[in-house]
């Protein structure tokens, strides 16, 4: 009966958004997926993923981003959800912990990249801290572009410190959802806060784990100035070969190409957290 009272209201709420969707990023993205299958001469022709293939730093861009991907990702969600079960448990100054939390968020990638570099390069803060501590002789050399692990954890450090706030502020929204009746009664129960997490916390949070894990993932692609601040190109991943392609050697289709790749890559990885974290509803449906 609820149902049938709203009528056409809840579709009419959501035809902007559809509509802007699907102008600004539908659009962009088939347009883009159509420019990577022609050749300049406008016909049909898979010449520009032959190229992209064959593209020497092709394969290294892949290994960089898949590796970022694997190693940002868990790190980002533990922090996140220690940081939202902090703010949850409503300690004091709780609010106040939330702001410095989501400072980062303030902060454009380009920014965070040059801040991390200041804090690794050879004259860095880091380097003049251990320095005065006496742990170092002389300056260590952090971005060092033949090791290749370090420049790694550099990228892997700044994209924790810029983006971890975005999965939090999805956790601590998913956390205030859940009834404290649930933690009441795992109290009287006896359970301990690793019980409280596993069996209360972690299944009633699915839908929020599972809509920042497909977020923060597809954010991770496309990370681009993080790496080119602090790796030059020491290192490379998918999009800053896009931009390469583009801005550098003028070939907009194999730039296409490698885009493609990214947005395969994210749908991919939205299909792969859809089945393996369905929400209460989907395992239902």
Same mark, same amino acid.
């Given at each position: 009966m609820r149902r049938q009272r709203l009528g056409w209201a809840p579709y009419?709420?959501?035809? @902007?958004?559809?509509? #802007?969707?699907?102008?600004? #990023?539908? &659009? @962009? &993205?088939? /347009?883009?997926? %159509?420019? *990577?299958? /022609? $050749? *300049?001469?406008? %016909?049909?022709?898979? $010449?520009?993923?032959?190229t992209m293939l064959r593209d020497a730093r092709f394969r290294e861009a892949l290994t960089t981003t898949l590796l970022l991907i694997v190693v940002i990702i868990p790190v980002q969600f533990a922090l996140a959800m220690a940081m939202a079960l902090v703010i949850n448990a409503r300690l004091k100054f709780a609010g106040l912990w939330l702001y410095i939390y989501a400072i980062p968020l303030g902060i454009s990638e380009l920014a965070a990249g040059i801040i991390w570099y200041a804090i690794f390069t050879q004259q860095g803060w880091l380097n003049s801290v251990l320095e005065s501590l006496g742990l170092l002789d002389r300056p260590f050399i952090f971005l060092n572009y033949q090791e290749r692990g370090w420049l790694i954890f550099a990228i892997v450090l700044a994209e924790a410190w810029r983006a971890t706030s975005i999965i939090m502020v999805i956790l601590v929204a998913g956390?205030?959802?859940? @009834? /404290? $009746? #649930?933690?009441e009664a795992a109290d009287v129960f006896g359970a301990s806060a690793w019980q409280k997490v596993r069996r209360v916390i972690l299944p009633m949070l699915r839908p929020s784990v599972q809509v920042a894990l497909i977020l923060r993932t597809i954010l991770a692609f496309q990370a681009f100035a993080v790496v080119l601040a602090l790796a030059g190109s020491g290192t490379t991943v998918l999009s800053a070969e896009?931009?390469?392609?583009?801005? $550098?050697? /003028?070939?907009?289709?194999? *730039?296409?190409?490698? *885009?493609?790749?990214?947005?395969?890559?994210?749908?991919?990885?939205?299909?792969?957290f859809l089945v393996l974290l369905p929400t209460r509803e989907e395992q239902m449906g």
């Open positions: 009419a709420l959501l035809l @902007p958004t559809l509509v #802007f969707l699907a102008i600004f #990023f539908a &659009m @962009p &993205m088939v /347009r883009a997926l %159509g420019l *990577a299958f /022609r $050749d *300049a001469d406008g %016909g049909w022709s898979v $010449d520009s993923w032959e956390l205030q959802g859940i @009834p /404290r $009746d #649930f933690f896009a931009y390469r392609w583009y801005y $550098d050697i /003028r070939d907009s289709h194999v *730039a296409a190409a490698y *885009a493609s790749v990214i947005l395969l890559l994210s749908i991919l990885s939205t299909v792969l």
